[in-house]
């Protein structure tokens, strides 16, 4: 959507086929030339990680585990592994300055998002990160258990990010203590969308 509006995109997807899918559709649209394809997997140190697909109804819904928490998981459900990048490696790759994030990693926000937050000095503002916040909330497979939860509110709060969510009328003030479903994390000089 953001490269049909003209904006430069970077898409990070760990799985192959779901990349051929976004490369298809960028073809379609005529915007290829808009959008970096990046096939890694996101996650706080660079490793092999395993895809498990315990949802043969929603194949968006892969959890990526180290090969010691794979190894636990029904064989059938595993895929190829893929190689996993810091998010300091992914930025260290985007040019642009200014940058929306959508992130999806399925409760593994506290990992990619921690030192990011807790780094003083950012090369980039990310005035809008937009997160599926239920996931990190209810601790999905142990990703983001309590401690490392109430780290992640902090260092938003650090970083002077302020959660919100979207109603009729806009933008309204959201508690990310509370059992929300997505939440947009808005930096205090961020312009309006």
């Given at each position: 959507?953001?490269?049909?509006?003209?904006?430069r995109?970077?898409?990070v997807e760990?799985?192959?086929?779901?990349l051929a899918?976004?490369?298809?559709s960028?073809k379609l649209g005529?915007n290829e030339?808009k959008?970096?394809?990046i096939?890694?997997?996101?996650?706080?140190?660079?490793?092999?990680?395993?895809?498990?697909?315990?949802?043969?109804n929603n194949?968006?819904y892969?959890?990526?585990?180290?090969?010691?928490d794979?190894?636990t998981?029904?064989?059938h459900?595993i895929l190829?592994p893929?190689?996993?990048?810091t998010?300091k490696?992914?930025?260290?790759?985007?040019q642009?300055k200014?940058?929306?994030?959508?992130?999806d990693v399925e409760?593994a926000?506290c990992?990619?998002?921690m030192?990011?937050?807790?780094?003083?000095?950012?090369?980039h503002?990310i005035?809008y990160i937009?997160?599926e916040?239920?996931?990190?909330?209810n601790n999905?497979?142990g990703?983001?258990?309590?401690?490392?939860f109430?780290?992640?509110?902090?260092?938003?709060e650090?970083?002077e990010?302020?959660a919100?969510n979207?109603?009729?009328d806009?933008y309204y003030?959201?508690e990310?203590r509370?059992?929300?479903?997505d939440?947009?994390?808005?930096?205090?000089?961020?312009?309006?969308?």
């Amino acid at each position: 959507m953001a490269a049909q509006y003209g904006r430069r995109v970077y898409a990070v997807e760990p799985l192959a086929y779901n990349l051929a899918f976004v490369s298809t559709s960028l073809k379609l649209g005529h915007n290829e030339d808009k959008v970096t394809l990046i096939n890694n997997a996101v996650s706080d140190e660079k490793i092999e990680m395993y895809p498990w697909q315990n949802n043969p109804n929603n194949e968006g819904y892969t959890i990526l585990l180290p090969k010691e928490d794979a190894m636990t998981k029904p064989k059938h459900e595993i895929l190829a592994p893929v190689h996993s990048a810091t998010l300091k490696q992914i930025l260290d790759v985007i040019q642009e300055k200014n940058i929306v994030f959508k992130l999806d990693v399925e409760g593994a926000e506290c990992k990619v998002l921690m030192e990011y937050l807790y780094t003083p000095k950012k090369l980039h503002f990310i005035p809008y990160i937009y997160m599926e916040w239920i996931h990190i909330h209810n601790n999905l497979n142990g990703m983001c258990p309590d401690v490392q939860f109430t780290q992640l509110i902090e260092g938003f709060e650090i970083s002077e990010y302020s959660a919100m969510n979207l109603g009729a009328d806009g933008y309204y003030p959201a508690e990310p203590r509370n059992d929300l479903i997505d939440v947009i994390w808005v930096h205090k000089d961020a312009k309006p969308l």
